[in-house]
């Protein structure tokens, strides 16, 4: 009793006379290492490469920004830059935190906004706590909006 090969070696597509063992990982034809070009994936025969390339998809080119778009985007950071110099320009709150009284009026607390104040859920998005803070949420702004 001894063990058997299941497998027999097969004839490549192109050269009848080698025998192989592999074959292509797209349509299954047995072929030799010549007629076989490595893939990512497995190997694929010259008829699936030659096939393959024509049918490759193409990448797609990020359309140009639309006028719109920037338009949108611009009135945003417009309004952000605004709002921010009239909320910065504010004199300077009473308290331990020392904000501005037009932080105070349109910032988001949780509270305040419980009585039914709002607002505050939208106008705090564009209150800021400093030019740097302001500058940074712009550059992001414009980022997002340029892609959306």
Same mark, same amino acid.
């Given at each position: +009793? $001894?063990?058997?090969?299941?497998?027999?070696?097969k004839?490549?597509?192109?050269? %009848?006379?080698?025998?192989?063992y592999? =074959?292509?990982?797209?349509c299954?034809?047995?072929?030799? =290492?010549?007629?076989?070009?490595?893939?990512?994936?497995?190997?694929?025969c010259?008829?699936c490469?030659?096939?393959? =390339?024509?049918?490759?998809v193409?990448a797609?080119?990020?359309?140009?920004?639309?006028? =719109?778009?920037?338009?949108?985007?611009l009135a !945003?950071?417009? !309004?952000?830059?605004?709002?921010?110099?009239?909320? @910065?320009?504010?004199?300077?709150? %009473? $308290? !331990?935190?020392?904000?501005s009284s037009?932080q105070?009026?349109?910032?988001?607390?949780?509270?305040?906004?419980?009585? /039914?104040?709002?607002?505050?859920?939208?106008?705090? /998005?564009?209150?800021?706590?400093?030019? @740097?803070? @302001?500058?940074?949420?712009m550059?992001? !702004?414009?980022?997002? /909006?340029? +892609? @959306?």
């Amino acid at each position: +009793m $001894g063990i058997e090969a299941t497998t027999s070696p097969k004839t490549c597509y192109r050269h %009848t006379d080698r025998e192989t063992y592999r =074959s292509c990982s797209r349509c299954g034809v047995n072929a030799c =290492s010549e007629c076989l070009t490595n893939a990512p994936v497995g190997a694929h025969c010259r008829e699936c490469v030659a096939n393959g =390339s024509q049918a490759a998809v193409q990448a797609r080119i990020r359309p140009a920004v639309s006028r =719109s778009a920037t338009a949108v985007t611009l009135a !945003i950071i417009g !309004i952000n830059v605004l709002v921010a110099l009239w909320v @910065l320009g504010q004199s300077p709150g %009473t $308290g !331990i935190s020392g904000r501005s009284s037009g932080q105070v009026d349109l910032g988001l607390f949780g509270p305040f906004v419980a009585d /039914g104040e709002w607002y505050r859920l939208v106008t705090s /998005g564009f209150t800021h706590a400093g030019i @740097l803070h @302001l500058a940074f949420n712009m550059i992001v !702004i414009w980022q997002f /909006g340029t +892609m @959306l």
